[in-house]
Nanobody, 124 residues
């Protein structure tokens, strides 16, 4: 079993940067792919970024490419999402998720474990 806890959300101004973290418990986390999703009010939960078990492969939604960076520190069992040049359109609850597979996946249905989310609010 894996438990995920997100942190680092908050309220920022457009153009600011923010880093959210996902800390995991469970010895097998280092062998899992991890993804970040976000859900804006009244909208579906969408894929933002994903990383494979080794950290060697990453993928981003078009809307965040060039602005967001996903990374993982296996020694700390933590995955990060660095968000730069934030805009109001990035306002959402951000969730991390872990999939019991090595390969990176982008579909919400492929993920087995979810955190409780952390809220990011960007004001113009």
């Amino acid at each position: 079993q894996v438990q995920l806890v997100e942190s680092g959300g908050g309220s920022v101004l457009a153009g600011d940067s923010l880093r959210v973290s996902c800390a995991a418990s469970g010895r097998t986390f280092s062998s899992y792919a991890v993804g970040w999703f976000r859900q804006a009010p009244g909208k579906e939960r969408d894929f933002v970024a994903g990383i494979d078990w080794s950290g060697g492969r990453k993928q981003y939604a078009d809307s965040v490419k060039g602005r967001f960076t996903i990374s993982r520190d296996s020694a700390k069992s933590t995955v990060y999402l660095q968000m730069n040049s934030l805009g109001p359109e990035d306002t959402a609850d951000y969730y991390c998720a872990a999939a019991r597979r090595f390969q990176l996946v982008t579909s919400l249905r492929e993920y087995d474990y979810w955190g409780q989310g952390t809220r990011v609010t960007v004001s113009s």
